[in-house]
Every structure is written in C-alpha cells, then in structure tokens.
C-alpha cells in the first residue's frame, strides 16, 4: 500500500494540527494504520495506532488524553488530530501501514509515507 502524509506545519504551544494519511494500493481488512514520529537526534517512536477494520486504537503514552487518530474508510484516510501541543511534540510524523494488530515497534510496518514536519514553538 502507498501512503501519502500531509497537515504538518508551525503551531504554538497549546494550539492544534491535524495530519492526514491517504492510502492507496491493496490493502486487507486487517491492516494496521500507525503514526510515528522522530525529532532530531532521537529515535522513531510510536505516537498512535488503528487497526483498519474494527477502529481499535492503541496511543503512546505521551500523546494520550491530547491526540487522536482516526480513520474514514470510504476515503481511504487516516488522520491525527493533535491538541494541546508541546514543544516535545516537535518532530518529523510518518505514516505507516501493517499486515496485522497494532505493534509499537516501528520494524512491524512494512509500508512508509514521506514524512511530514510537526513543529511547535514555545
């Protein structure tokens, strides 16, 4: 499946941005949809998970209560709707795609998008 990140930019602390994910290609009924993201000089880290079929999600710790990831099949599109934003949130956010449940581990998703710039100033 190819997938294609979009809705980054430059927002204040406390505002709020929303990244789309649009999906193209084959995909299965039980595919997983992540969101991951990585800051300079830090590794990739999970941000949230939904499973394509059922709607289950799974959220980073660091992002519940703040983040929400959703998913509108007939547009093929998951989203990332981000509140309340903090400067550790600034990152680079991909998106990617897995044949199974949600994982946390970054070596589980076999399809990428390009990456998308998150940036929040203090």
């Known amino acids: 499946v190819q997938l294609q990140a979009s809705g980054g930019g430059l927002v204040q602390a406390g505002g709020s941005l929303s990244l789309s994910c649009a999906a193209s290609?084959?995909?299965?009924?039980?595919?997983?949809l992540g969101w991951f993201r990585q800051a300079p000089g830090k590794q990739r880290e999970f941000v949230a998970g939904?499973?394509?079929?059922?709607?289950?999600?799974v959220y980073a710790d660091s992002v519940k209560g703040r983040f929400t990831i959703s998913r509108d099949k007939a547009a093929r599109t998951v989203y990332l709707q981000m509140k309340s934003l903090k400067p550790d949130d600034t990152a680079v956010y991909y998106c990617?795609?897995?044949?199974?449940?949600?994982?946390?581990?970054?070596?589980?998703?076999?399809?990428w998008g390009q990456g998308t710039q998150v940036t929040v100033s203090s």
């Open positions: 290609g084959s995909a299965r009924a039980n595919y997983t």
């Open positions: 939904i499973t394509w079929n059922w709607g289950t999600t």
């Open positions: 990617a795609a897995r044949n199974g449940e949600i994982t946390a581990n970054s070596d589980g998703y076999k399809d």
